[in-house]
């Protein structure tokens, strides 16, 4: 089992630029796919971007692409959500989540383990 904590929570301006990140502890992070996914008021949680366990491979919404940078640090058992250009529509309570299964992105429903969440505002 793995609890994950997120951090990098903030209120930032059109254009600008935030990471999250999400440090794991228990069980080796290697050991999972990782992803973050957000949620916005009224509005179901939305995958955003996967990770593989190497860290090789990565999936992006289309939305985000071009954008946003998901990337992994396993020796220092953490995740990092790059997050450039924001625009208001990125505002959302962002989550890191892992799962056991080797196969990127997915709904929020496949993921097993869950960290609580930090809030991105992004105003215009």
């Known amino acids: 089992q793995v609890q994950l904590v997120e951090s990098g929570r903030g209120l930032v301006q059109a254009g600008d630029s935030l990471r999250l990140s999400c440090a794991a502890s228990?069980?080796?992070?290697?050991?999972?796919?990782m992803a973050w996914f957000r949620q916005a008021p009224e509005k179901e949680r939305e995958f955003v971007a996967g990770i593989s366990r190497s860290g090789r491979d990565t999936y992006y919404r289309d939305s985000v692409k071009g954008r946003f940078t998901i990337s992994r640090d396993n020796a220092q058992n953490t995740v990092y959500l790059q997050m450039n250009s924001l625009k208001p529509e990125d505002t959302a309570v962002y989550y890191c989540?892992?799962?056991?299964?080797?196969?990127?992105?997915?709904?929020?429903?496949?993921?097993?383990?869950w960290g609580q969440g930090t809030q991105v505002t992004v105003s215009s």
């Open positions: 989540a892992a799962k056991i299964s080797t196969i990127l992105g997915g709904m929020a429903a496949q993921y097993q383990y």
């Open positions: 228990g069980r080796t992070l290697s050991t999972y796919t």
